[in-house]
């Protein structure tokens, strides 16, 4: 390694520690300017939405939510939302937290819960860690990471979300019998996930056959990430895994 790229490394190690230490999320958290209505939900819808994690949670987090939930998902980085929408439209039930720093995608999705009148999402601004930090033990159901960041760069590995410490930390969240489900059009994040996973001794992975990671799982809304990459030539691969404890 050379010295510039020595230099280069150990800023960014510099610079990843200080986003850690301020309890910062890596990628970008506003894009082209909002539109006058979306500002206006980011200002005013957002705030009887949004999770207040500086202090400690509900006895239940249920009672997040009104009408009452019978269970509770989690997913991180909903991007536009596409997704994250199409499940609590179709599981009226099931409380629905979606976490995204990008204020883009969180006014995207605020002008879908508004169209659409839904009532059981809940929505956090900001680090997934953190949150995963602040959840009671054992109150997920199922945690979903759609399309990720990949950070393709070998020193930039460290950002990806995907690492034995996170990967305890739903652990201690999700309870015994759930799910974390991951989607990637990058086959090296897949393969980088599917091995953290296995060899964690909190998670199997749920597949019997070729199709349970080429194919996506019943149900499954793509999101215009997902439709485009796909458009691009570029398959996706779709990883389960239990909770077995």
Same mark, same amino acid.
């Given at each position: +390694?050379?010295? *510039? ?8 190690? *510099? &610079? ?7 309890? &910062?999320? %890596?990628?970008? #958290? ?8 979306? $500002? ?9 939405? $949004?999770?207040? /994690?500086?202090?400690?949670?509900? *006895?239940?987090?249920?009672?997040? %939510? ?9 997913? /991180?980085? %909903?991007?536009?939302g596409e997704h994250l929408v199409a499940e609590a439209r179709e599981f009226p039930d099931t409380g629905f937290i979606g976490c995204e720093p990008y204020v883009n995608g969180m006014a995207k999705i605020l002008a879908q819960i508004e169209a659409h009148d839904i009532r059981n999402i809940r929505l956090l601004a900001g680090d997934a860690a953190e949150l995963l930090g602040w959840l009671p033990p054992q109150s997920l159901s199922r945690i979903d990471l759609i399309h990720p ?18 990967? $305890?930390? +739903?652990? #201690? ?25 296995? #060899? &964690?001794?909190?998670?199997?992975? /749920? ?12 149900? %499954? ?25």
């Amino acid at each position: +390694m050379s010295a *510039a790229e020595r230099e280069s490394e150990r800023r960014d190690s *510099a &610079s990843n520690e200080g986003a850690r230490q301020a309890g &910062s999320f %890596f990628g970008r #958290r506003k894009g082209h300017k909002l539109r006058a209505h979306q $500002a206006d939900l980011i200002e005013h819808l957002l705030p009887h939405l $949004a999770l207040d /994690i500086a202090g400690a949670p509900p *006895a239940t987090l249920e009672s997040l %939510f009104d009408p009452p939930v019978a269970t509770l998902r989690l997913e /991180i980085g %909903f991007g536009g939302g596409e997704h994250l929408v199409a499940e609590a439209r179709e599981f009226p039930d099931t409380g629905f937290i979606g976490c995204e720093p990008y204020v883009n995608g969180m006014a995207k999705i605020l002008a879908q819960i508004e169209a659409h009148d839904i009532r059981n999402i809940r929505l956090l601004a900001g680090d997934a860690a953190e949150l995963l930090g602040w959840l009671p033990p054992q109150s997920l159901s199922r945690i979903d990471l759609i399309h990720p960041d990949p950070w393709p760069k070998r020193r930039h590995w460290k950002r990806r979300f995907v690492q034995d410490a996170t990967i $305890a930390a +739903m652990a #201690r969240v999700v309870n015994s019998g759930g799910e974390f489900r991951f989607v990637s059009d990058i086959d090296d994040y897949a393969a980088w996930t599917l091995s953290h996973l296995l #060899r &964690s001794p909190d998670f199997e992975w /749920i597949a019997h056959r070729a199709d349970d990671w080429r194919l996506p799982w019943q149900g %499954f809304t793509k999101t215009r990430y997902g439709q485009k990459a796909e458009r691009e030539g570029r398959k996706a691969t779709y990883l389960r895994f239990r909770r077995t404890n």
